[in-house]
């Protein structure tokens, strides 16, 4: 009250109220600020649903790197992580500054533009820009080189402050923004001859090499550069918790386990040659032909699509294992075999048993509206990317006009969920939409190929790859 009276009759309104605000500042909640974060009991981490950082995944439940980590710091605090999305790097940026979160989590580097604005946790990981192009396409081996390319890449990205650096050498060197969409957008928009190159972070590149393999690593841009959380100025208590944890994360070996698990080298199944197909047709099909029959018969699915989607899966090796723990014959995650019965997925008899009956379980969740033809392909998808990210599929099928229960029109609009200004308005968020796509399409082709070299010609359902697939 008094405060007031003496604003009213000095007439410095607008002084008091600032003087009110300063004498109030801290009063609140301070995004950033360890004891407000133990006493609300919530870590508001903002962040990206992308591949390296937050994603549902196979299982229908939340997986990345970042998420992994955050989860892990949250239970040191004894608090819970809630996760808010944004679509950009400017976005993250402008939300921390808003005071929206505590952190940033989204896979970024540290740059002396971004120390200016904010402080940085404890360095988790080393990556180096790098362009990346298509294989027959454009090969640029230079920075030189670069300045007659036809190069694209993410706004307010690290990339960009790179590529400034670099202009000073070499005042040729030109490139375009995209303000809409990520790294991942424009290593699709290379795969798919959209673009000639585009620059991203090794771990990203890692990644999606799997999914891409057409995509090739011109040169790197940078040295290896540390990325790490972003947080507000003023964030000192929260800051040394940070470097505390991963001090000890680090030291117990967790960290290193992380990222084997994201991005180890681990067998690649996929685009495989047909001559080698071919080959284990004749030596090693033979071995596992019963059991595919018997499952298949239990859960009444076509036993050359569950031979063919093991190919797929493990190229019929009964210890086959990823880096990500799946394993198996029917490469099984240790929570869906537990959740099925299996107790040892190196079994090749339990595996496939275990596989079948998860197969049949996604097909039964489908709901009864697709046809019985289409069935077992929206089955397949689900079982590679989770079915929650099928029904995304089917709602945006439905919301862009097309027959949401048909495959042949689901598989077009799938690759769109990798999209932000699609999948931002889904459930489920991101997915690789492409890559269930081609896992469906290169399972009908190796049972295709089964079927001919079987000599199963009577066989009921009609495998071939349609002609608007």
């Not at 790197?220 to 505390?244: E, T």
């Amino acid at each position: 009250m008094q405060y007031r009276q003496v604003c009213s009759r000095s007439g410095f309104h607008r002084v008091c109220v600032l003087v009110l605000a300063l004498l109030c500042a801290g009063c609140g909640p301070t995004p950033g600020r360890l004891s407000d974060i133990r006493e609300r009991g919530t870590l508001i981490v903002l962040t990206r649903n992308a591949p390296t950082t937050y994603y549902i995944g196979r299982n229908d439940r939340p997986q990345g790197t970042e998420y992994e980590l955050v989860k892990d710091f949250a239970h040191s605090l004894g608090v819970k992580p809630k996760f808010v999305f944004k679509n950009s790097i400017a976005e993250l940026l402008k939300a921390l500054d808003d005071g929206e979160g505590d952190m940033i989590a989204a896979g970024l580097t540290r740059t002396p533009l971004r120390h200016r604005r904010f402080e940085f946790g404890p360095d988790y990981q080393q990556v180096t820009q790098q362009v990346v192009c298509r294989r027959d396409g454009a090969q640029p081996d230079s920075v030189a080189e670069l300045a007659d390319v036809d190069l694209e890449v993410v706004a307010d990205s690290s990339y960009v402050d790179r590529l400034r650096a670099l202009r000073k050498k070499h005042p040729g060197l030109h490139w375009r923004v995209n303000a809409t969409e990520g790294t991942e957008q424009l290593l699709r928009k290379v795969w798919a001859g959209k673009l000639a190159c585009t620059v991203a972070d090794s771990d990203i590149v890692a990644i999606n090499r799997r999914y891409f393999p057409n995509l090739t690593v011109a040169f790197d841009l940078s040295p290896p550069q540390s990325l790490a959380w972003v947080l507000p100025r003023g964030s000192d208590a929260l800051r040394k918790a940070m470097d505390g944890w991963m001090t000890k994360y680090r030291d117990s070996g967790r960290l290193q386990h992380l990222m084997k698990h994201y991005y180890g080298l681990a067998a690649v199944f996929d685009y495989v040659d047909t001559r080698t197909y071919v080959r284990r047709i004749e030596s090693v099909y033979p071995e596992f032909a019963g059991l595919f029959l018997q499952a298949a018969d239990v859960y009444d699915l076509p036993p050359m699509i569950l031979a063919a989607q093991s190919y797929q899966e493990s190229h019929w090796r009964p210890d086959a294992i990823s880096s990500s723990g799946v394993r198996g014959m029917m490469m099984l995650t240790r929570n869906t075999a537990s959740a099925l019965g299996v107790k040892n997925r190196l079994d090749p008899a339990a595996s496939i048993r275990g596989g079948a009956r998860y197969l049949a379980r996604m097909r039964r969740r489908l709901g009864p509206n697709i046809r019985k033809q289409d069935r077992i392909w929206f089955a397949l998808a689900a079982y590679n990317v989770g079915l929650g990210h099928v029904r995304d599929a089917r709602r945006l099928t439905k919301r862009l006009g097309h027959d949401p229960d048909r495959w042949a029109d689901v598989s077009k609009v799938f690759p769109l969920l990798s999209e932000s200004r699609y999948y931002r308005s889904l459930p489920h968020g991101y997915a690789r939409g492409l890559e269930p796509v081609r896992y469906v399409h290169r399972i009908r082709n190796y049972a295709d190929i089964l079927r001919y070299r079987l000599n199963m010609v009577d066989e009921p359902e009609n495998l071939a790859l349609d002609d608007d697939q």
